[in-house]
């Protein structure tokens, strides 16, 4: 018979594994409609997502699409 699931654990283990990201990746898909991916600096705080994006070369070959 399995072990029932300790659900307080599960989550504590999910947010201690959001805290130590430090990166996530953001899609999109480009005005032709290519799809287009790029890493950015990211920080989960209080229980939100704020992403960093910067001007690296991937954005710098698309600042003309619109997204």
């Known amino acids: 018979m399995s072990k029932p699931l300790d659900m307080q654990q599960i989550i504590q283990n999910y947010k201690a594994f959001l805290q130590r990201k430090k990166t996530c990746v953001l899609s999109f898909v480009d005005g032709e409609g290519k799809p287009f991916s790029s890493p950015t600096p990211s920080v989960y705080l209080n229980g ?17 699409d619109t997204l």
């Open 48 to 64: 939100n997502f704020y992403h960093f994006p910067t001007k690296d070369s991937h954005f710098k070959e698309r600042e003309g």
